[in-house]
């Protein structure tokens, strides 16, 4: 008998063939006078279709494999964690793999929950995950499959997180002399008005207050919690804003502050630095003296030998008055603040003044210099600078 061919033209044709195939063989044997003991019969069970692989997306032709059945279900357990600039993604595995055991898991990331891309492929021992370089701020939307060679399984559930960052430096730092050797470093508030900034999509919990000596190196001075109400002593809490006083200082000390906010994410930059100068109560007046000409009277001074360590700024004039005529201080009488003139480091003050004797209804004492032809005056100097006044000067005596 002649050989023949048979077409093969796909793999799910050949439980087709296979019987034919054998019947012919059988009787060309037999043709040739061969005998066979009596052979069982043998179900032949049709086989699945294999399903594309490999760079062809065809199967090894003649290879029969079993049906693959269903597809994955959803991975369980599915969590999103929001974290510094990133998004950190759990799950456990199928409760049952379907025909074929996973393979890869395929993850989906949206900012709007309607519009997926793909993020990872993943290998199915990992079952876990970190989205990094995500910005600040911006909600996110996770979705999770489970892919073998039966097809990829349904969706989990949707999972979101919103990543967060470093707040950005404290907005309006500002350093203040707040009394004797203190100094208030200030933020958060100007005029009334309190100053945003970003937080980072994470609540800020505290404030580090750092010094420094020269600009450069910086040291952590103090921490103010975010959540602290009014607070005296070291710490001082503001209505909208924050403070923070430092303490025992050494007068005329030039020191620079900054702030740095800290959130979930950790600390955020430095604010912008700010400078301030301790001070303390500055002398008196030195060297009072005063000289009366025609009625007019004038008074000069040296600057104090000690300003306190910061700049005077003014000094105040206070003259006598007597309850009783001529009566010198600390009998019947009280000071009265006659004038102001500005300061200066360094610099010697003067101030001139003309007595009046007749004194118009309804103005008496308002910044007058009351007095009449040879009557006595009294005067003293009192030196101000950022933290306040000085003892009054040694009084001056003179007849007009």
């Known amino acids: 008998m002649p050989n023949r061919w048979f077409p093969c033209t796909a793999i799910h044709t050949i439980h087709r063939m296979n019987y034919r195939v054998l019947t012919l063989l059988f009787a060309m044997l037999s043709a040739s006078g061969l005998a066979f003991a009596a ?31 269903s597809a994955p279900p959803a991975p369980a357990g599915f969590t999103a964690t929001a974290g510094t600039e990133q998004v950190a993604l759990a799950w456990t595995q199928p409760t049952a793999e379907g025909a074929a055991p996973v393979d890869t898991y395929l993850l989906q990331r949206s900012t709007d929950g309607t519009t997926w891309s ?24 996770y979705r999770l499959f489970a892919n073998s060679a039966s097809g990829i399984g349904a969706s989990s559930a949707i999972v979101t997180a919103t990543p967060f960052g470093p707040a950005s430096p404290p907005a309006v730092v500002q350093v203040a002399i707040s009394g004797d050797r203190r100094l208030n470093i200030l933020w958060g508030v100007v005029g009334g008005v309190v100053q945003t900034y970003a937080n980072g999509a994470s609540a800020v919990t505290s404030y580090v207050v750092q010094r ?70 500055p002398g008196g007046p030195e060297s009072l003296k005063m000289t009366v000409s025609w009625g007019l009277v004038s008074l000069k001074w040296d600057p104090p030998k000690n300003s306190g360590g910061t700049q005077v700024t003014q000094y105040k004039i206070e003259v006598w008055r007597a309850k009783v005529p001529n009566a010198a201080p600390g009998g019947d009488g009280y000071w009265w603040p006659l004038a102001t003139v500005p300061g200066g480091s360094g610099t010697a003050g003067s101030f001139t003044s003309r007595p009046s004797c007749s004194v118009p209804a309804g103005v ?37």
């Open 212 to 281: 420094s000596t020269d600009g450069r190196t910086w040291t952590d001075h103090g921490t103010l919690q975010a959540s602290d109400g009014v607070r005296n002593g070291h710490g001082l809490y503001r209505p909208g804003g924050y403070g923070f006083t430092d303490s025992n200082l050494t007068p005329g000390a030039r020191l620079s502050y900054r702030v740095i906010a800290v959130n979930g994410a950790g600390r955020g930059a430095p604010s912008a630095p700010v400078e301030g100068v301790a001070g303390t109560f």
């Open 364 to 400: 008496a004492g308002v910044n007058m210099d009351i007095g009449c032809p040879l009557s006595r005056k009294w005067y003293r100097v009192t030196t101000v600078n950022a933290v306040g006044d000085s003892a009054p000067s040694n009084w001056v005596t003179g007849v007009l």
């Open 118 to 141: 793909d993020v990872a492929t993943i290998p199915p021992t990992g079952r876990k995950w970190f989205d990094p370089q995500r910005a600040p701020g911006v909600g996110l939307s």
């Open 39 to 69: 052979t069982p019969k043998v179900a032949v069970q049709p086989s699945a279709v294999v399903p594309p692989s490999g760079p062809s997306g065809k199967p090894p032709v003649g290879k029969l494999i079993p049906a693959l059945g």
